[in-house]
Structure formats: structure tokens, C-alpha cells
């Protein structure tokens, strides 16, 4: 591991972190997190203090040509003593040593956090309306940690999670990985999954993140307010929604059918996003 930002604040004070929460995020999720993720970097005040060595999973140094400008895929720990019961992680999936990638992401963990538990937060695409409320899903690595957790949390509750078999994320797959082991350290691990539109991919779910807000404030006990221009997106992203899927005959006809909880078949879910990208875009 590499560090870029001094960590000897956290580590003289590893003795008075231990207890903490680890918080993973996925910068190549399909549904972006990083509003959220800004957000509670920003209210902690943290600050980067370790990055991966990227050449060991990435190719060319990790560099990757994103929107016809080239950006290097770092992963990245944030954290600052004075917020003792957190730090984030945010990264990029491994192309290559997916094993040794998630050996370090634990191991940093543990020494710099003290790690009780690791919390990883993703939007998963499903067949849902934007009109409600973003169900979750918890996913824990031992029976005994899910107990315990159902206890401490009892306000966070789990609806029937839709997303569809038809829907392709290996995101929750690596989190699974990532969680199985944590187990084999003895490290609670719990993956929560916030339940997205899939047509949404192609504008973003503010909304999901708001979810993602009220949920960690619950486990981290802390009091983040969103962000007014988060709140406002979430607004304008249903609006736009609204708007575009009302000048749609084929998009309407698709929302009314999974609100009737009608799934969707492949061909549809692929025609409702080319027409509500069409729109969009007013080609």
C-alpha cells in the first residue's frame, strides 16, 4: 500500500479508533453513488490518507480513458481521528488480483479502523418506479452479526427486494467476495443494497442516495443533512422523469405494468431506456 496523505494521525490514534466502521463505495457502480459518498467525506471533514497501488490491479497504471479524457482509477481510504467511528473507502473494482485487492482493502481496514464492521453502500438496478419510496436490501456474512444488527436497527426495515433475474450487476457479487471474507477474520460485514429504477442508469438516482444518507446516520449515530443541490436534484429527476415518460406511449404502457408488479422482459426494459434516451436527448 501506498500512503499519499500523512496517516500518523490515525495511526498514534489506533487505539482510540478501535470499535469502527469501515464504509465501502464503488466509483464503476452502475448507479452512481458519489453524491452520497462526497456528502459524508465532507460532513466528517476527511481527508485521504492511503491508496492501493494501482499498477497491481489495473492495467497501464491504472489509467482509463473516461469521456474522451484520461483519469487514473485510484482507490482510496478517507478518515479523521476526530470522527473515531468511520472511515470510507472508495474504490474501483479489480480487473486483476481480486483476492490480493480485497486482502488489502481488510487489512486497512482492521489496522487503520479497528474495524467492527464493514458497511458496503451500492444502488442496484431494479424493476421499480421512480414514484417510490427506494426499498433496501441487507445482506449480512453470519447469522449471529445479523441478529445483532436487527436489534441495534430496528427503524431500518427490509421490503421485498424486485430487482429482476434479468438484470445483469456484478457489483453485488464482489460484495459478497468481499463479505465472505471479512467472515473468515471474524469482521461483521453487512451489504446494503438500495434498490434503483433501472431506467435510471441514465440519469442517476438522487433519491437512492438520499436513502443512503437516513441509513447511515442510523449506523454511524451521526446527524448528515443533505445537501440542499442533492435534495434539488432528487426533485428535478423525477420531474424530468415524469416529463419524458409522458410523451411516451411505449414508456407508459411499461411504468403502468410494473406498478402493477408486472415484470418486464428483457426487449422491454432495453426499448423503455433507448426511448427515454432518445428524449433525453431530443435526437
Known sequence: MDDTYSGRELVESKREIDGGISIIFWKDDLISMSMLLNT??????????????????????????????LKKQESVFFGRAHKKNALVFSGYKPLF???????????????????????????????????????Q??????????????????TLKTKPFSTSSQINSDQPSFNSWLSWEAAKRGIPCVNILIETPFYMSITGDAEAELTGIKILNKILNWRIKADPELTLLAERQAALMETIISNSEDATDFMEKMENNELLSMEEMQLMISELQRLLTGE
Open 97 to 135: 488480483n481480486h483476492s490480493s485487492y480485497i486482502e488489502e482493502v481488510l487489512q486497512a481496514a482492521e489496522y487503520y479502523g479497528g474495524s467492527d464492521l464493514i458497511v458496503t453502500v451500492s444502488g442496484v438496478p431494479s424493476q421499480t418506479s421512480h414514484r417510490d419510496a427506494r426499498n
Open 137 to 154: 436490501i441487507y445482506i449480512f456474512n453470519s447469522e449471529r452479526y445479523k441478529q445483532t444488527f436487527q436489534e441495534k436497527y430496528k
Open 40 to 69: 459524508l467525506i465532507n460532513h466528517a471533514k476527511m481527508k485521504p490518507f492511503l491508496k492501493l497501488n494501482s499498477s497491481k490491479y489495473y492495467p497501464i497504471e491504472g489509467i482509463k480513458l473516461v469521456a474522451h479524457e
